[in-house]
């Protein structure tokens, strides 16, 4: 039988760009992402439902949504 | 990518119906406009730009967060509001230079540099070397006259002198912002804020050291 493989969406934040002001944290439906320590944004992946609000309000466009496997 | 975000707070309840209750600090855009407005009528005001130099550094120095530029501030806030709800913003991706931290620590050193320009300018009228400039400077090179704001000091014109540049700072990194929001997105003035810049390093700083 044909194994049904499903793919979740994700946001990543390329961290080493990341600025850290936090437009995403203020976005996000579901409190998935924040600013950890001041230093970049960090997305917490059980959380994230991939929805790419974040990744639309980055001002430095530093964040991505990704397919992953379920 | 953005098809079907807006259902998404109602499949997630958990998330949703929180994030649209304002809290106070949601509303320090007023204070952002009322300074760059009062800086029209009464110089004197540009003293209380201080706060937006001092509560981040406070922040990242004590509680080594950005807590400022994620909550408190209304600079930002006014930017998303007039980039975001009243759609004054193309919301293009930045160029890959203006994210680059050689632009950004670039631009902290640049706008140092001409802060503490602004502060001799103070000085000398303090030491009494210089009359003092009843003008706002705008992008560091345009003198405006300003002499409807400014209506005597009680203490020294030093101290005018310096409402007067610091208030051209101001308003010269608000033209720079309103200028990249419209051809970026609505915060792209984040991204290469001195302050933010500069807290974002202490936090770097601060949490290495821990």
């Known amino acids: 039988m044909e194994q049904i493989r499903r793919k979740r969406r994700k946001a990543f934040v390329e961290e080493k760009a990341c600025v850290a002001c936090g437009c995403c944290a203020k ?29 639309a309000e980055c001002p430095a466009s530093v964040i991505s ?4 496997e379920a | 990518m953005c098809s079907g975000m807006s259902g ?9 119906s929180m994030k649209s209750e304002k809290k106070w600090y949601d509303y320090l855009w007023i ?10 009528f009464n110089i004197m005001f540009a003293w209380l730009g201080l706060l937006c130099f001092f509560i981040p550094l406070l922040i990242s120095v004590i509680k080594g967060n950005k807590g400022y530029c994620n909550r408190y ?8 509001l007039l980039g975001g709800r ?3 913003s193309r919301k293009k991706d930045i160029p ?13 050193i640049f706008f140092f540099v001409m802060f503490f320009q602004m502060l001799w300018t103070t000085w000398l009228v303090f030491a009494g070397a210089s009359d003092l400039h009843q003008t706002v400077k705008l992008l560091w090179t345009i ?3 300003w002499n409807w704001a400014y209506h005597g000091t009680l203490i020294h014109e030093g101290m005018a002198q310096f409402a007067f540049g610091f208030y051209s700072v101001m308003l010269t990194s608000t033209i720079l912002g309103l200028f990249t929001m419209v051809l970026f997105k609505p915060r792209s003035w984040c991204v290469y804020c001195p302050m933010g810049t500069m807290t974002q390093l202490i936090c770097r700083v601060k949490n290495k050291e821990n």
């Open chain 2, 73 to 80: 501030c209304g600079r930002g806030q006014l930017f998303a």
């Open chain 2, 86 to 88: 009243f759609g004054l």
């Open chain 1, 65 to 68: 949504i990704r397919e992953v």
């Open chain 2, 8 to 16: 998404i707070r109602d499949q997630y309840p958990g998330g949703g």
């Open chain 2, 143 to 145: 003198r405006l006259p």
């Open chain 2, 31 to 40: 204070a952002s406009a009322a300074y760059l407005i009062l800086g029209f």
């Open chain 2, 96 to 108: 890959g230079w203006m994210k680059s931290r050689w632009f950004r620590y670039g631009f902290l």
């Open chain 1, 27 to 55: 976005v996000c439906p579901v409190s998935a992402i924040s600013v950890w320590k001041g230093i970049t944004a960090k997305v917490d992946q059980s959380k994230c439902v991939g929805c790419g609000k974040c990744a």
